[in-house]
């Protein structure tokens, strides 16, 4: 399958060519690789600074995320910062971003609601020139894939978040560990697997934090 076309290039011409962060937040809003910008508000780009230790890589920004241009200030960031305090990380040891910078979405029919479309493996390759440059300039410690969409991009094959999550890997890019993203927990609550599932993304994100601190 030819993931490259006219309408959608890919993000490798917009990305600055020695990149640093300030470099890339200003050349994001630019790009065009994919047909996602169009229905957007504007680029979602990241949180956190060059120096962060820690990672996390979200899927692509929601509703609130694409009004305010900031990732997780939606309803699945506020339960990411509750696990993130309960597992001990400090805040500002994070870098927040997503694999695709750009909401994908929907119209309800009959209303104006907006919603929230999975992005495809196609969106995926085309924002990917974005992340390994951020993974470049920030080269963090250790990469925390939060859910497939962010395994598939930093790892560049599909994940099994079942099988995959909780412990450290040395991928090609670094260390990584994937978990599942605050959505699907999200999703979970006032139901019966709300807890374990609240804590078993806490216990992943612990095992985050003690990487940080192994002597290196
Ligand atoms: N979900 C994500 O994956 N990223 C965000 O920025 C917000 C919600
Ligand atoms: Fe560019 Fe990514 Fe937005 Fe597509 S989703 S236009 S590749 S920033």
Partial sequence: MALSTPERPGAGEWVPERPSLPKLREAAPACRGCELWRDATQVVFSAGRAAAPLMLVGEQPGDREDLEGTPFV?????????????????????YLTNAVKHFRHHIAPRGKRRIHDKPD??????????????????????????????GRAVLGRPVRIGAERGRVMDAEL???????????????????????????????????????????
Avoid at 74 to 91: E, F, I, K, N, T
Avoid at 136 to 146: E, F, N, R
Avoid at 187 to 203: H, I, M, N, P, S
């Fill in 74 to 94: 939606g309803p699945a960031g506020g339960l990411l910062a509750d696990a993130v305090d309960r597992a001990g990380l400090a805040r500002e040891d994070l």
């Fill in 121 to 150: 493996t196609v969106h995926i390759e085309a924002c990917r020139p974005w992340l390994l440059a951020e993974i470049q300039v920030v080269a963090p410690q250790l990469v925390v894939c939060l859910g497939a969409t962010a």
């Fill in 174 to 216: 670094g260390r990584v560990l994937i978990t599942t993203h605050p959505s699907s927990v999200l999703r979970l609550r006032g139901k019966d697997g709300f807890e374990d599932a609240f804590t078993a993304l806490v216990a992943d994100l612990t095992v985050a934090g003690a990487e940080l601190r192994r002597p290196r």
